[in-house]
C-alpha cells in the first residue's frame, strides 16, 4: 500500500489548511488510519487517529482545532487543521496500521506516505 500525501504549505498564524492522504489501493475498513508529524529536532508524533468504526483520537495540543476524518470510497483521509500556530510547523505524515486500534508510537504502524511540509509563521 502507497500513501501520498498532499494539502502542505506555507501559511500564517490562525489560517487553515487540509491534508489529504490518498491510498494506492483499496485497504481494509478494519484499518487504522492516523496522521504523525514531526518538527525539526523532535520525535514523530502521533496527531490524530481515526479507527473502523470512527472513533477518533487528538493529541492535546491539538484537540478543538484538528478534524481527521476519512471517504472509504476514495480511500482517502483527511486532516483538517484550523487556527494554526507556529508551534504546528512540521512535516506530517500519514500511517496505516493494521489493528484495529492507534498507537502512539510510530513504530506500530505499517504504511506510511513520504510526509508533507506545513510551516505555520508568526
Known amino acids: 500500500v502507497q500513501l501520498v500525501e498532499s494539502g502542505g504549505g506555507l501559511v500564517q498564524a490562525g489560517d487553515s489548511l487540509r491534508l489529504s492522504c490518498a491510498a494506492s489501493?483499496?485497504?481494509?475498513?478494519?484499518?487504522?488510519r492516523g496522521w504523525f508529524r514531526r518538527a525539526p529536532g523532535k520525535e514523530r508524533e502521533l496527531v490524530a487517529a481515526i479507527s473502523w468504526n470512527g472513533s477518533t483520537y487528538y493529541r492535546d495540543s491539538v484537540t478543538g482545532r484538528f478534524t481527521i476524518s476519512r471517504d472509504t470510497a476514495k480511500n482517502t483521509v483527511y486532516l483538517q487543521m484550523n487556527s494554526l500556530k507556529p508551534e504546528d510547523t512540521a512535516v506530517y505524515y500519514c500511517?496505516?496500521?493494521?489493528?484495529?486500534?492507534?498507537?502512539?508510537?510510530?513504530?506500530?504502524?505499517?504504511?506510511w506516505g513520504q510526509g508533507t511540509q506545513v510551516t505555520v509563521s508568526s
Open positions: 489501493e483499496q485497504t481494509f475498513s478494519s484499518y487504522t
Open positions: 500511517a496505516y496500521r493494521r489493528s484495529t486500534a492507534w498507537a502512539s508510537s510510530p513504530v506500530f504502524w505499517d504504511y
